[in-house]
């Protein structure tokens, strides 16, 4: 099975513009997730999707969206970026309805530089 | 929500010797425990978890001891090799959010 596949691996972009990550999950896995990765920070969760619907959200501002269409592929969209959004950022599938309490399988991540 | 505290936040050990990373959480409902491992420039791969019906669970040279009263839970690695140079990540069930909490990572470096 091919593994979890994050589109793009880089980007670069400017204060005020928004940018759009894609997240391809593993077959037969509904559940996806998101992290931001900043040095010295773990994995900050961002929010999680099951079957099309956002099941929790971490503690971050509107500005973070997500949604994932039918496919379980994940979209997180991040509008008006600020220099702080620069980071690592990583989906993860699983297979079960919650990542809370089972193996998750993460991707490259897409490296994000806010000029 | 839960939170989870990681010590320490880099070690370095030599070849052959034992490393120990050790984490507290705040949540007593928490029941998951998985650990991390993150090469440079790879992604996370989990390496072991344990669950709160169980006190310590074993894999070869990896180990994870689970202390619920005290609410802490360390990752034992014996005989390191180069290769287990990398960041280690703990986490822990947030029964709220119905999602993992990280801790902060510890850089492992394994002296040959």
């Known amino acids: 099975k091919a593994g979890v596949t994050q589109t793009p691996r880089y980007l670069i972009k400017t204060r005020g513009q928004q940018v759009t990550l894609s997240c391809s999950p593993i077959?037969?896995?509904?559940?996806v997730s998101w992290y931001q990765q900043t040095p010295g920070q773990g994995l900050q969760f961002l929010f999680e999707y099951f079957s099309e619907t956002q099941r929790n959200k971490g503690n971050f501002p509107g500005r973070f969206s997500g949604r994932q269409f039918s496919n379980s592929r994940s979209e997180m969209n991040v509008s008006t970026l600020e220099l702080g959004d620069s980071a690592l950022y990583l989906c993860?599938?699983?297979?079960?309805?919650?990542?809370?309490?089972?193996?998750?399988?993460f991707g490259s991540g897409t490296q994000l530089s806010v000029l | 929500g839960e939170n989870v505290e990681q010590h320490p936040s880099t070690l370095s050990v030599q070849e052959g010797d034992s490393a120990v990373i050790k984490c507290t959480y705040s949540?007593?409902?928490?029941?998951?425990f998985p650990w991390y491992k993150q090469e440079l420039g790879k992604r996370p791969q989990l390496i072991i978890d344990i669950r709160s019906n169980v006190g310590e669970k074993k894999d070869q040279r990896i180990a994870v001891t689970l202390n619920k009263t005290a609410k802490h839970f360390s990752l034992h690695i014996t005989e390191t090799q180069p290769e287990d140079s990398a960041v280690y990540f703990c986490a822990a069930s947030d029964r709220g959010r119905r999602a993992l909490t990280f801790g902060s990572g510890t850089r492992l470096q394994v002296q040959p």
């Open positions: 077959s037969g896995h509904r559940s």
């Open positions: 993860a599938s699983s297979l079960g309805w919650t990542s809370s309490n089972e193996k998750l399988f």
């Open positions: 949540d007593s409902a928490s029941n998951y």
